[in-house]
């Protein structure tokens, strides 16, 4: 009865290769978020949608693409993986109430690139 | 540019005492702040949270202090007790229209000493 899950939690892999993280949560909430923590830990947001439509953006490579099939899941994509693509990336979700917008926060996805 | 800063990255604080963790923002525009405890290997877990028309938010042992004027939040934990040993991240929030986008502070790791 996970909220907020994502698979894998680990992924190690070559550079110049394809892999996709997966992110569903089961709160019921509109809006879906991903989230890079690099090596000096800083947690910096990288894309958010609401009901499945792309609405931040922060500065980041196109080779990264998330897609939302539905409100409940978003993944990320990322193309040609390059040594700083390497980072913890978090998914998270949250429902508009007002000001107090509170976001939940899947376990993370360890990525290593080689 | 840090727009949401915590300048001790560690507290060791013996249990039972009263742990203050602090956090000093630079965005005015912020409305809502929010603390987060993170466990290793796991995604950070909401805690307690403020909005910027109240100056005190208490819930158990914890509660949050904001002073406007000086951009400046705390984190009160009393009595602190060793589950509570974690990463404490700040977090303050700014209204995109549809959905809240928060930045972070780089974390404090509290440690509760029996």
């Known amino acids: 009865d996970t909220a907020v899950s994502q698979t894998p939690k680990y992924l190690v892999t070559q550079m110049g290769n394809d892999k996709s993280i997966k992110c569903e949560q089961n709160?019921?909430?509109?809006?879906m978020y991903w989230y890079k923590q690099d090596s000096k830990k800083f947690l910096k947001i990288m894309f958010s949608?609401?009901?499945?439509?792309?609405?931040i953006n922060e500065t980041v490579p196109n080779r990264f693409s998330p897609k939302s099939p539905d409100k409940a899941h978003l993944n990320l994509h990322i193309n040609s993986l390059e040594l700083g693509d390497s980072a913890v990336y978090f998914c998270?979700?949250?429902?508009?109430?007002?000001?107090?917008?509170?976001?939940?926060f899947g376990p993370g996805t360890r990525l290593t690139v080689l | 540019d840090q727009q949401v800063k915590q300048n001790s990255p560690s507290l060791s604080v013996q249990e039972g005492r009263i742990s203050i963790l602090n956090c000093d923002y630079t965005?005015?525009?912020?409305?809502?702040f929010l603390w987060y405890k993170k466990y290793p290997a796991e995604g950070p877990t909401f805690l307690i949270s403020?909005?910027?028309?109240?100056d005190k938010n208490e819930d158990g042992r914890f509660t949050v202090f904001l002073n406007k004027s000086a951009k400046h939040l705390s984190l009160h934990i009393v009595p602190s007790q060793p589950g509570d040993s974690a990463v404490y991240f700040c977090?303050?929030?700014?209204?995109?229209?549809?959905?809240?986008?928060?930045?972070f502070g780089t974390g404090t790791r509290l440690q509760v000493t029996l």
């Open positions: 998270a979700s949250s429902r508009r109430q007002g000001v107090t917008d509170t976001q939940y």
């Open positions: 709160l019921g909430h509109d809006t």
């Open positions: 949608y609401n009901n499945k439509e792309l609405i």
């Open positions: 965005n005015s525009m912020f409305d809502y």
């Open positions: 403020i909005s910027s028309i109240k």
């Open positions: 977090a303050a929030k700014r209204d995109t229209g549809t959905a809240s986008k928060l930045t």
